[in-house]
């Protein structure tokens, strides 16, 4: 990408000038299966969602989700939202769940927060073929209310097969609802950002950051939301030079 369109992308994002420097070529990094057992990072729990084979493939989860009726959201969905992108990238953006454009389209982050995604990726010198996106919830929940606590345990299978197929060097977590969710927690978004936190029994490291709808209503966040980003290129490289990201 050149220099000038990488300024257009944070510039969309408001970003001042000085914080358009050093964007290094992204490293290299291993990820969590090809590191060493005794370096790998504390699991959280296991969750109690309904189990999606270990073998499962993408196509048969693809069709497993698109029929799935696990909840009362496959009642008024237009269509599943299964996730799109690198099925090999390095990283992975989870997001809470579909909204009205990503029903319609079938697409994770589409309409205005979908192009804002997008841009925060360019910005960080993406394509968003580059990376993988999916949403803890593949149904949209009615009126874009929060997903209910039941719907993402019911769901939430077919999300850690996902990552287990993409096998991702890094997680961030879109937003408070899925950064929470993934993390069950309720802490703050505020007090989860700046941290690597561990997900899963795997230990996949994990960032958060705002959700690019939360950044339209609130524009003066942007410059927090980049400074994630910023922070997740860090882990990023970290994780490529063999360091530990995790207490
Ligand atoms: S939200 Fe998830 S669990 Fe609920 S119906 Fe859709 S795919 Fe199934």
Request: aromatic content about 6%.
């Amino acid at each position: 990408m050149t220099d000038a369109r990488r300024l257009a992308y944070l510039e969309a994002l408001g970003v001042d000038v000085y914080v358009r420097r050093g964007l290094e070529p992204v490293p290299e990094v291993a990820r969590p299966e090809q590191m060493d057992p005794a370096e790998s990072m504390p699991a959280t729990p296991a969750s109690a969602a309904p189990g999606v084979e270990a073998t499962l493939d993408w196509e048969p989860l693809r069709a497993m989700v698109s029929a799935c009726t696990r909840c009362s959201l496959h009642a008024t969905r237009t269509q599943t939202v299964f996730g799109v992108g690198n099925r090999s990238a390095k990283w992975m953006f989870i997001g809470e769940a579909p909204g009205a454009e990503e029903d319609r389209q079938g697409e994770p982050f589409v309409g205005r927060a979908g192009q804002l995604l997008t841009s925060m990726l360019k910005a960080m010198g993406f394509a968003r073929e580059d990376v993988y996106i999916a949403n803890v919830l593949k149904c949209r929940p009615p009126g874009n209310r929060d997903p209910k606590p039941e719907e993402a345990v019911q769901c939430r299978g077919y999300l850690e097969r996902q990552i287990e197929l993409v096998a991702p060097a890094l997680i961030v977590a879109v937003g408070r609802i899925a950064a929470q969710n993934l993390l069950a927690t309720d802490t703050a978004l505020a007090r989860l950002r700046g941290k690597v936190h561990s997900l899963g029994p795997r230990g996949w490291p994990l960032v958060v950051t705002y959700h690019p709808a939360y950044l339209l209503r609130s524009p003066g966040e942007k410059r927090k939301a980049w400074q994630d980003l910023l922070f997740a290129r860090q882990v990023f490289a970290r994780l490529a030079a063999g360091e530990r990201v995790l207490p």
